[in-house]
Nanobody
């Protein structure tokens, strides 16, 4: 049984940093493309960062580029999302997800496995 468990969310102030974790069981994160998505109320779920299974390459949404870093620890089978210089518009529920491909990584529909989400709230 595959499980993705996110943690690390919380209430922070604008300008703060936060690191989210996604601990996986039942799959090996290095063999999947792993994505971090976020969804704010009334908005669509959007991909903000992905790390690819093949060579560990990464991709970031323009809205977070330069402020966010995705990484993985193969030994811990965990994917991380480090977020710096947080803004109120970063407030959302953050999800990690696993995709057994790489081409259509921006589309939520191709991701097979999802975590339950962790809430990030940034106050101004």
């Amino acid at each position: 049984q595959v499980q993705l468990v996110e943690s690390g969310g919380g209430l922070v102030q604008a300008g703060d940093s936060l690191t989210l974790s996604c601990a996986a069981s039942g799959l090996t994160v290095s063999r999947y493309s792993m994505g971090w998505f976020r969804q704010a109320p009334g908005q669509e779920r959007e991909l903000i960062a992905a790390i690819f299974w093949s060579a560990g390459g990464t991709n970031y949404a323009d809205s977070v580029k330069g402020r966010v870093t995705i990484s993985r620890d193969n030994a811990k089978n965990t994917v991380y999302l480090q977020m710096n210089s947080l803004k109120p518009e970063d407030t959302a529920t953050y999800y990690c997800a696993a995709y057994d491909g790489s081409v259509r990584f921006r589309s939520p529909s191709v991701y097979t496995y999802w975590g339950q989400g962790t809430q990030v709230t940034v106050s101004s």
